[in-house]
């Protein structure tokens, strides 16, 4: 069974930082491209960061240069790094594992950040 459990969310001050994690099992997570999403209130999931494997890692606009995207292998576990946080940054993070054939997502973490 398949499970990715991410960590690290909750509530935040603007100008603060994150770091959120990601652990998987039943999975070879180095077979996978790993990817952090987000979805806020009422808008559709996007992407935040992709650390694909054999390709470049890529970052959407909106958190670039502000981001970082990281993965141990050894511990099957993906990061992201977030500083300068924003108000708009506001949304439930998920982590999200990627192979031809298969998708999974985590159960999500929510991030909450006050101004």
């Known amino acids: 069974q398949v499970q990715l459990v991410e960590s690290g969310g909750g509530s935040m001050q603007s100008g603060g930082s994150l770091r959120l994690s990601c652990t998987a099992s039943?999975?070879?997570?180095?077979?996978?491209?790993m990817a952090w999403y987000r979805q806020a209130p009422g808008k559709q999931r996007e992407l935040v960061a992709e650390?694909?494997?054999?390709?470049?890692?890529t970052y959407a606009d909106s958190v670039k240069g502000r981001a970082t995207i990281s993965r141990d292998n050894a511990k099957a576990t993906v990061y992201l790094e977030l500083n300068t946080l924003k108000p708009e940054d506001t949304a439930v993070y998920y982590c999200?594992?990627?192979?031809?054939?298969?998708?999974?997502w985590g159960q999500g973490t929510h991030v909450a950040v006050s101004s």
């Open positions: 039943g999975i070879i997570f180095s077979f996978y491209s």
């Open positions: 999200n594992a990627r192979r031809t054939g298969a998708d999974y």
């Open positions: 650390f694909p494997s054999g390709r470049p890692i």
